[in-house]
């Protein structure tokens, strides 16, 4: 059984933060094909942690096999952080050689499907502050979910009342889902040491 998240904290900053300061309800968009969106959202779903928030955090598409090892090492620390709730989806797509699968097979649909569902209680229960949705965008590029969907999402976030800041990450952003965002942070390379041939490291890229 998981386990339920803490009553939300006071604050440990100094001084008693004014009720603006509180508000809740924005939308923010990280995307694009340059490096930093999850590493984004982690930070701020930190910073909400340090602030008492309670935090929902939904992988897309980051699935893996438990008996083969976690793939991403900031998993291992955000399922040991009181106050965050950790939930990946999508199935495992490094292969027993070590190479990458492509593709989208119906179970990887599924998973998304799986993924989209909790998203939807996440931002319609009133239990959470801050609601992470890691690479639904990306989700959405590679047609594991649709458009409709995503605004679905948003559509019962609103519904709800807008009690929890909402973060989607990802590489595509589409016109209906930025009209509907709060905040737009467009993530763009302009230099990566990948072009220079050097791999992905642990603790850096994953």
């Given at each position: 059984m998981k386990q339920q998240p803490r009553e939300r904290q006071p604050s440990l900053l100094a001084g008693e933060p004014t009720p603006q300061a509180r508000q809740l309800g924005y939308v923010h968009v990280y995307y694009g094909g340059g490096k930093g969106k999850t590493t984004a959202a982690i930070g701020l779903a930190v910073r909400a942690l340090g602030a008492g928030y309670r935090v929902r955090f939904i992988q897309f598409d980051k699935g893996h096999d438990p008996e083969r090892g976690e793939h991403y090492s900031e998993r291992v620390v955000l399922r040991r952080l009181e106050g965050l709730e950790l939930e990946?989806?999508?199935?495992?797509?490094?292969?027993?050689?070590?190479?990458?699968?492509?593709?989208?097979?119906?179970?990887?649909?599924?998973?998304?499907?799986?993924?989209?569902?909790?998203?939807?209680?996440?931002?319609?229960?009133?239990?959470?502050?801050?609601?992470?949705?890691?690479?639904?965008?990306?989700?959405?590029a590679y047609g594991l979910v649709e458009e409709s969907e995503v605004l679905a999402v948003l559509d019962a976030h609103a519904a709800a009342g807008r009690r929890c800041e909402l973060v989607l990450t990802g590489h595509k952003l589409t016109d209906a889902i930025k009209e509907r965002a709060d905040l737009v942070t467009h993530m763009r390379k302009i230099k990566h040491y990948f072009d220079r041939g050097v791999p992905a490291r642990l603790g850096i890229e994953f």
């Open positions: 990946v989806t999508g199935c495992e797509r490094i292969q027993a050689d070590g190479s990458f699968r492509f593709g989208v097979e119906q179970a990887d649909r599924a998973e998304a499907e799986r993924g989209l569902g909790l998203a939807q209680q996440a931002v319609s229960s009133g239990r959470w502050d801050l609601v992470v949705l890691d690479e639904i965008l990306g989700a959405l």
